[in-house]
């Protein structure tokens, strides 16, 4: 139930034609200031780390969003992960995709054909999110990135609130989905606690009203509240739905959230180690997933980050997996380089050709065949299919990128029926 108009710019170039000088960097849980955002934007840009904030101020906001959006250099793109995932759907033509979320005038003109907007979400203004890339290599005073990535911020009070999620869960009845899916509780960080706490449980009643049979699929999203999150995984949202999808940066805030293996690790060093990786998968599903004892429908995750892709599922709710997993690797390689097949002269390998499958128990070494690229492993009645990923050497575009590949991974899952 997120939408927005992402303006797309160089954070470096967006900073410099707002007078920012360079700065060090510092991490803001909350933008109040072009101070804050450029030190949050340093911060990131030297770990090479995605991020997204919530900018306080409304009217600085609109400042800066003006400046952005009539900058030469911006491009303007349908937004937000509801929006997103609801398009690269809708670029398969045997499907009808419902989208509610804040849809102003841009973003309507934005959207593809095969993407239906009831009236109800229709809004006058249109919600800006400022999408600041940089790629590798590229300095900023002292600063200088590891690897392209983006930096994200937004003053946007209508997905804040999830406003649309009551007229989306109404509109089911008559659109009669074969899959739901749920994006955006990232998106109330910026509200108060006391806001959001009231709103998450009206999210519940209103995900609690969707009939039982249609799987839910959440994707998740960059947050920096741990009590937020612990709040979604153990009593709220996790038992509510069928799947999560996510990248590296929320699967080690949700472990260190809700005290899961591995959560000492303060961050990733490079690529994120597999075996640590798919020990947090296994924690998730045993401690929050479906079991006989357990009434929780959660039985599958996709877990995507730039070198490797993780499909995880309780054995006997999904089918496919192996198809799923290797579709949304191909996802990620053709959408960051902006072509319609994988061109083998603009990707690399920067997967482990060998890992380990488990720091917490007796692992088994995984040596990658080229020949067969998905590799899968078994703990527990809980099934890992694994696929490295052809990354693009010069992405043109690195926004949406999670949000491709989960849709993609969903429209090759097969779902029992149960």
């Not at 049979?213 to 979604?232: C, G, K, V």
């Not at 798919?278 to 980050?305: P, V």
């Not at 959408?335 to 390998?349: E, G």
Request: net charge negative; hydrophobic share 45%; aromatic share 6%.
């Amino acid at each position: 139930v997120n939408a927005c108009v992402d303006v797309v710019l160089s954070g470096v170039k967006l900073l410099e034609a707002l007078g920012l000088e360079p700065s060090d960097g510092k991490d803001h849980a909350v933008l109040n200031s072009g101070q804050d955002l450029k030190e949050a934007f340093a911060h990131f840009m030297e770990r090479g780390a995605a991020a997204e904030r919530f900018f306080s101020d409304a009217n600085a906001f609109q400042d800066i969003a003006r400046t952005a959006a009539e900058h030469p250099a911006a491009q303007l793109y349908v937004g937000g992960n509801a929006a997103l995932i609801g398009q690269k759907l809708a670029t398969n033509p045997d499907l009808k995709i419902l989208l509610c979320g804040p849809v102003g005038p841009k973003l309507h003109e934005l959207l593809d054909d095969n993407v239906v907007v009831p009236p109800e979400s229709m809004q006058e203004r249109d919600e800006f999110h400022l999408i600041l890339e940089y790629q590798a290599g590229e300095q900023w005073g002292r600063v200088r990135a590891p690897a392209a990535n983006r930096f994200i911020f937004s003053h946007d009070l209508s997905n804040g609130a999830l406003n649309m999620l009551e007229v989306f869960v109404s509109s089911l009845d008559e659109f009669q989905p074969d899959l739901v899916v749920l994006s955006g509780l990232h998106m109330m960080e910026g509200q108060s606690k006391e806001m959001r706490q009231r709103r998450l449980m009206e999210a519940v009643a209103s995900i609690s009203d969707i009939p039982t049979d249609i799987p839910i699929h959440l994707e998740l999203a960059s947050m920096t509240d741990q009590d937020f999150m612990s709040n979604i995984v153990h009593q709220q949202v996790f038992p509510l739905v069928n799947s999560i999808g996510l990248n590296e940066q929320e699967l080690l805030f949700l472990t260190q959230s809700a005290s899961g293996p591995h959560a000492s690790l303060a961050s990733w060093s490079g690529i994120p180690d597999v075996g640590v990786v798919s020990d947090i998968l296994f924690w998730i599903l045993k401690e929050h997933g479906k079991t006989a004892e357990r009434a929780s429908d959660l039985t599958r995750i996709h877990f995507h980050t730039l070198a490797y892709h993780i499909l995880v599922t309780v054995d006997g709710h999904w089918g496919n997996q192996a198809a799923a997993v290797a579709a949304g690797a191909r996802a990620a390689g053709t959408q960051a380089c902006a072509t319609d097949t994988i061109d083998t002269t603009k990707v690399f390998l920067k997967a482990p050709l060998e890992f380990v499958t488990s720091h917490t128990e007796a692992p088994s070494k995984i040596s990658l065949n080229p020949d067969e690229p998905v590799v899968q492993w078994h703990r527990e009645g809980i099934s890992f299919h694994f696929t490295p990923v052809l990354v693009c050497k010069d992405p043109v575009r690195t926004v949406g990128l999670g949000d491709a590949i989960s849709a993609e991974g969903l429209l090759y899952s097969e779902a029992y029926p149960q």
